[in-house]
């Protein structure tokens, strides 16, 4: 029999790929912009606070096929449908999604961020709308390939994405400043969803391809939404929790908001070893025919995404100065992100873990377990960000958002052991 760990890795390794190329990409806008104006990275840091939520409330829609895709893995045709109903979902998390970047500037004044910072905005929140709108007609595609086992295929658009992106960022940045970071994200994501869909047609036929989803199946759109709609759920109380870091940060300042925006950067590269093994490990539990091989899976996912932290946390400690000066010559902001890196390193690790069961949770279709773990961990985070800045500063911030992602780690461990416990209803039972 393979082994779960051997069956992780052969996923979660071309997803860490695909997946990490991106992540370069978001550390060179974020390099390219320290290095060019203090304030249009604070800006960045404002908007992507909004445009987390947002994608991850698209995103979870859209994970939330995942255990309705893998039992097709024999029949990959039969999943076309599964990816049509995520799709409708999507895009109505996604419409709603784009109304809500518009309003990122009035968010930032209500938020108490400085006016030099939400000068700089500009054009973006429009951009990111198109962006998110993009995301959510053409996404679902690499989720289903990896549901179908096909996760190498992924390679392709995250690859091809990330070169346009990166491409772009050297070219306009310099020039437009934000607005061409913008411009760099929406082509990208064109590009990438356009690929993605082209490779699923290679595995389902033509039809794999469009990006219309159809007429709508109302029942099984609902059906999907019992599982997809808790984890956008879940992931938007989250983000928003760390979107009101990101403002309580802001209000301390151009630097301290710059400096956030840097550790935020560099937790991305960190969790991806987590972030791909939950990817992996979710179609795989939704297929497990026992309680038994989905804590295996589950266990040997957590062992990945753990060690992947881990080793990741090692460079950053020895070279924290140095990797910290790629991203700005600021003083003031290097040193207020030094200060911040050991509770950024422990973050890291529990939200690694954190991914890795909420994953885990859905491939049982028991995200609104995930749900109430997350609010219960991320809920006060937002009503005490602003205390704690004032009292403690940014270390402060990332000391609260460490224990949070603990607290929510040790909930949804709970809430899995206790889901096999109530009865494990396999891939068998299911079909």
């Known amino acids: 029999m393979t082994s779960p760990v051997r069956v992780i890795l052969g996923a979660a390794v071309p997803l ?6 991106g992540v370069a990409a978001r ?30 409330a698209v995103s979870g829609g859209l994970r939330g096929l995942t255990p309705f895709v893998a039992p097709h893995r024999d029949d990959p045709a039969g999943a076309l449908p599964a990816l049509r109903d995520a799709r409708w979902l999507a895009l109505g998390l996604g419409t709603a999604g784009a109304g809500v970047l518009l ?11 400085a006016e030099e910072v939400t000068a700089e905005l500009g054009v973006l929140p429009w951009l990111l709308a198109g962006y998110v709108l993009l995301l959510a007609a053409g996404g679902g595609a690499n989720g289903t390939l990896v549901a179908l086992g096909h996760a190498r295929q992924v390679l392709w658009s995250g690859l091809a994405g990330t070169a346009a992106e990166v491409l772009l960022l050297l070219a306009l940045v310099p020039r437009l400043g934000l607005t061409g970071a913008g411009l760099a994200l929406v082509a990208a994501a064109g590009v990438s969803v356009a690929i993605a869909n082209g490779r699923l047609a290679r595995v389902t036929g033509p039809a794999g391809w469009a990006l ?3 007429r709508p199946r109302p029942r099984a759109i609902l059906r ?13 109380i989250k983000f928003a929790a760390l979107a009101g870091v990101a403002y309580a940060a802001a209000r301390t300042g151009a630097h301290g908001a710059a400096a956030h925006a840097i550790l935020v950067s560099l937790d991305g590269p ?35 995404g753990a060690t992947g932290v881990l080793a990741g946390s090692v460079p950053l400690g020895c070279l924290g100065g140095e990797m910290l000066g790629l991203f700005t010559s600021d003083g003031r902001v290097l040193a207020a992100a030094s200060g911040a890196l050991p509770p950024a390193a422990v973050f890291a690790l529990a ?7 909420s994953a885990s949770l859905t491939g049982l279709r028991r995200s609104a ?10 809920g006060p985070l937002a009503l005490v960000a602003a205390p704690v800045a004032t009292a403690w500063g940014l270390i402060g911030l990332w000391w609260a958002l460490a224990g949070c992602a603990a607290l929510v780690f040790a909930l949804q461990t709970w809430a899995f052991l206790r889901a096999a416990d109530l009865g494990f209803v396999g891939y068998s039972a299911r079909r």
Do not use: D, K
């Not at 860490?16 to 190329?21: D, K, Q």
């Not at 999907?224 to 938007?236: C, E, K, N, R, T």
């Not at 939200?351 to 069961?357: D, E, F, K, L, T």
């Open 270 to 304: 960190l969790t991806l070893a987590a972030f791909t093994a939950g990817q992996a490990a979710a179609p795989e539990i939704a297929r497990a025919s026992s309680a038994a091989a989905a804590r295996r899976t589950n266990r040997a996912a957590l062992a990945v």
């Open 103 to 113: 309003c990122v500037p009035l968010l930032a004044r209500a938020g108490g961020v």
């Open 369 to 378: 377990w995930s749900l109430g773990c997350t609010a219960a961990g991320y």
């Open 351 to 357: 939200n690694g873990c954190a991914i890795v069961m």
């Open 16 to 21: 860490a790929l695909s997946a990490g190329v």
């Open 212 to 214: 219309w989803p159809g």
């Open 27 to 56: 550390l060179a806008a974020t390099s390219l912009l320290g290095h060019q104006a203090t304030a249009q990275l604070a800006a960045f840091a404002v908007a992507g606070a909004v445009l987390g939520p947002v994608t991850a």
């Open 224 to 236: 999907m939404a019992g599982v997809g709609i808790p984890m956008s759920a879940a992931l938007v």
